[in-house]
C-alpha cells in the first residue's frame, strides 16, 4: 500500500529478518532493562504495516522514542495478520494503527477469548473509513454509478483480461481489512475482486484513470494523504448497522467506520518501559497523518525525516504524549 515502498505480504520467518534499527544495537526484548531504573528505554519492536499512513504513524511515534527518550527502536515490515503473530514471542511490541480485525482480537486479547498476547493500548485519533471508489470524472458522467444498485448496468466498462465478462473490483494487500468478495457475492454484482497488490498500485490505477478518463472502482480509505491529490468518490454500499458484517461470508453491507486504536504486546505492557507511557499517550488527527504521509509518499522524503519535520512544527503535542 505505497508509493515509496511496495511490501510484499511476508512469511512469519521475516519477522526476524526485516528489521531495520534507528539507534544503536540493543538487547532482545527479554534481556532489556527497559523499566529497571525507569530511565533506561531499551528496546522497542515496532511492526510497520504496508500502508504509508501507517508508516507515518509508526515513524513519528518511533522518532520521538529514539531522539526524546532514548529507546533503539527496530522497524519491521510486516503484514498485519503476521504483525499480531509477534506478540507472543517479543518479537513484535507494537502495532501502532490496528484497523478492527475482530478475528485477530478473538485469538491474541483475552478479552476476546484469546491468549492474552496482545492488549489494547488505546485509540490514536484517527477514524478509518473503508470502502469502494471511483475516479471524479466518473460520477460527473454518470451520476447515478455511486449507487451500489446501479453498478451492474457499468460492470461491462470495468471488464479487464482478469475479470472476464465481469467488471473488475481492484483491492490492494491480500492482507488488508476486505469483505469485497463476500460483498460482489451477496449483492448479486457482476464482478470480480482482483487484487492490485498494494497501496502504490491502488492509487497509480486511481491516478491513471483520472487523467485518462478510464473507467476504474477499487477498494480504497481514508486517512490517506492521496485523496488532497485525486478526491475519490465513495460508491455508497448498503447502509452498515451494527452486526450487519459478524458473518464474514455473508456481508451484506458497507463498513464500519474504525476508531483506530493501538495494540501492543503483554509483554511491552508490563514492561515498565518510557516508550509504553508514550504509546498510549499517541493521539493525533487524520490531517496529521496525511501531512506526513504526503512528505513520505508525494515528497520523496525518508520516513524519519518526515517525521522529525512534523514533530520540529508540533513539539507541543509531542510533549501531551510524552506527559509534559
Known amino acids: 500500500m505505497r508509493t ?4 510484499a505480504l511476508l512469511g512469519f520467518v521475516a519477522l526476524s529478518a526485516a528489521t531495520v534499527l534507528s539507534g544503536c544495537g540493543g538487547d532482545t526484548i527479554k534481556n532489556s532493562s527497559a523499566g529497571d531504573s525507569g530511565k533506561d528505554c531499551g528496546d522497542v519492536n515496532m511492526a510497520v504495516n504496508p500502508w504509508v499512513g501507517y508508516e507515518a504513524d509508526a515513524y ?3 522518532e520521538v522514542a529514539t531522539k526524546q527518550l532514548g529507546c533503539t527502536v527496530s522497524y519491521k515490515d510486516l503484514d498485519e495478520q503476521v504483525s ?6 517479543g518479537e513484535v511490541d507494537v502495532v501502532i494503527e490496528n484497523w478492527g480485525h475482530p478475528e485477530l482480537q478473538a485469538k491474541y486479547m483475552t478479552s476476546k477469548g484469546g491468549d492474552g498476547s496482545a492488549v489494547d493500548a488505546g485509540l490514536t485519533g484517527n477514524k478509518g473509513i473503508i470502502g469502494w471508489y471511483v475516479p471524479p470524472w466518473m460520477p460527473k458522467k454518470y451520476p447515478d454509478i455511486t449507487n451500489w444498485k446501479s453498478l451492474n448496468k457499468y460492470s461491462d466498462m470495468f471488464q479487464t483480461t482478469e475479470s472476464g465478462s465481469k467488471g473488475t473490483l481492484y483491492d490492494g494487500d491480500p492482507g488488508f481489512v476486505t469483505n469485497d468478495e463476500a460483498l460482489v457475492k451477496n449483492l448479486d454484482l457482476n464482478y470480480k475482486v482482483v487484487f492490485a497488490g498494494s497501496e502504490t498500485a491502488l492509487i497509480e490505477g486511481f491516478r491513471k484513470a483520472e487523467e485518462n478518463k478510464t473507467p476504474y472502482i477499487g477498494y480504497f480509505y481514508t486517512p490517506q494523504w492521496f ?3 485525486v478526491p475519490l468518490v465513495k460508491v455508497n454500499l448498503p447502509k452498515y448497522t451494527p ?8 456481508v451484506d453491507c458497507d ?10 504486546s503483554k509483554d511491552f505492557a508490563e514492561s515498565g518501559s518510557p516508550a509504553l507511557d508514550l504509546v498510549k499517550r499517541f493521539k493525533w488527527t487524520n490531517d496529521d497523518q496525511n501531512l506526513v504521509a504526503k512528505y513520505i509518499a508525494e515528497d520523496g522524503m525518508d520516513p524519519n525525516e518526515a517525521a522529525d519535520k512534523w514533530i520540529a512544527a508540533n513539539q507541543d503535542k509531542v510533549d501531551s504524549w510524552l506527559g509534559k
Open 60 to 62: 513519528v511515534v518511533g
Open 84 to 89: 499480531w503473530k509477534g506478540f507472543g514471542t
Open 243 to 250: 452486526g450487519c458484517d459478524k458473518n464474514p461470508q455473508k
Open 227 to 229: 485523496m488532497s491529490e
Open 255 to 264: 463498513y464500519p467506520v474504525y476508531n483506530l486504536n493501538t495494540v501492543i
Open 4 to 7: 515509496t515502498r511496495t511490501k
